[in-house]
Each structure stands twice: as C-alpha cells, then as structure tokens.
C-alpha cells in the first residue's frame, strides 16, 4: 500500500473538468513539493507538474497542480479522449528517506 | 533534446544479478544533473530505486540499498544499475530518468527513457 493515497480511477465526460485528489501526512506532502506524472498506455510516465503547481514547457495548461497542507490535487480541464491514461503523485518523504509515488488514478474520458 | 535508453538482458535467474545500463544522448551527464533509476511491476507500482550524481555521490531507497549499486561512466556517458540476490518480486519495468536535483524535497524526473522489461525467473 503507497504512502500517499490516490483514487484508483476516476471518470469524466470531454469538454468537463476532472480532479484528482493525493494524500499524504506531514513527512511527505506536507513538507515537500508534489509532482504529477502522465502515463499514456504502453508508455513512460512523463512529467506533468513540478513543485506543486509548475508545468514543464510544452504541458498545456489544461493541466494544473495545487496543494493544501498534507493533500495535493491535478486538476484537468477540457479534457479530451487522449487525457485518458494513469495519473500519479511522487513526492520525497523525510521519515523513510525517499521518493515515493502514489498508487496511480486511471482517467476514463467517457 | 535529451534522451535515455535503457538495456539489458531481459531474463534474469533468481539469486543472481540484474545488471542494466542507460545511455544518455543529448546532454553530458558530466555538465551536472542527478540520474536515477525507478521500477514498475504490477504489484507495487512505481518504485525510485536510486539517483547518482555525475561526481559518483549517490542516494538510495532505504528499503533497497543493501543490494543495489548504481554507478556512472562519464567517458561514455552512461549510467548503471545493478541490482543483487533477485526474486520474483524484482520482475518489473525498469526505467532510467534525469533527476533534476535542487534538494531532497525539491527534485523530479524528467524525461524518462522508455523502460526495459526485466523477468526474474528459473
């Protein structure tokens, strides 16, 4: 079981707003910054968001970060057939001394 | 543009040694940038395995660092993982990744090399 929590899955119609929650404790999120990865099927995971709420260059801003306190969230906006893929959190967690990731939410555009 | 590409043999036997290597293209691993190595098997998702540093200075993940060892070549621009006494539980994709390091709580991954199954197995 991951130490930060995501939903497994989550759907949403094209054109609608979809957002994906994260949930750690104060050693993790709480303390350091948040990133989102994009996995499309058969492929790498690719940066979607840095230091919380920063985009890497070429990421459209459909895509957004927030955090409050222990808990993150990726918010996708107008989403669209090719947002459908698996979305995970990573964050550095002090106590265990490592990156750690969340267990993956798999986006459904209906 | 950077790019990494992971190899390796896709079959490693139990007990022995999984041994990759992930060439970069496009950047000098010696101009800077920490490099790391992260996992993916069905079982436990994505997992950080380790990160080097050009200079050698590594940090790993605590619950693996007893038999992993990750190791840079600057003369070919490449970096390696090797991981020990296997089972089972170490069958996954392997992927190597630039790891943008400003502190412990402020570094990412990006871009990542397209992954190398690896099968542990008699």
């Known amino acids: 079981q991951s130490v930060l929590s995501q939903p497994p899955s989550a759907s949403e119609t094209p054109g609608q707003r979809v957002t994906i929650s994260c949930s750690g404790s104060?050693?993790?999120?709480?303390?350091?910054?948040v990133k989102w990865y994009q996995q499309l099927p058969g492929t790498a995971p690719n940066l979607l968001i840095y230091?919380?709420?920063q985009r890497p260059s070429g990421v459209p801003d459909r895509f957004s970060g927030s955090k409050s306190g222990t808990s993150a969230s990726l918010a996708i906006s107008g989403l669209r057939s090719e947002d459908e893929a698996d979305y995970y959190c990573?964050?550095?967690?002090?106590?265990?001394?490592?990156?750690?990731f969340g267990g993956g939410t798999k986006l459904t555009v209906l | 543009q950077v790019q990494l590409q992971e190899s390796g043999p896709g079959l490693v036997r139990p007990s022995e040694t999984l041994s990759l290597t992930c060439a970069v293209s496009?950047?000098?691993?010696?101009?800077?940038?920490?490099w790391g190595w992260i996992r993916q098997s069905p079982g436990k998702g994505l997992e950080w395995i380790g990160s080097?540093?050009?200079?050698?200075?590594?940090y790993y993940n605590p619950s693996l660092r007893s038999r992993v060892t990750i190791s840079v070549d600057t003369s070919k621009n490449l970096f390696s993982l090797k991981l020990n006494s296997v089972t089972a539980a170490d069958t996954a994709v392997y992927y190597c990744?630039?790891?943008?390091?400003?502190?412990?709580?402020?570094?990412?991954?990006?871009?990542w090399g397209q992954g190398i199954l690896v099968t542990v197995s008699s």
């Open positions: 104060s050693s993790n999120i709480g303390s350091n910054y």
């Open positions: 990744a630039r790891n943008p390091f400003y502190s412990s709580g402020d570094n990412w991954f990006d871009p």
């Open positions: 080097i540093y050009h200079n050698a200075n590594t």
């Open positions: 496009g950047y000098s691993i010696s101009s800077g940038y920490f």
């Open positions: 230091r919380n709420d």
């Open positions: 990573a964050t550095w967690d002090g106590s265990l001394g490592g990156w750690m």
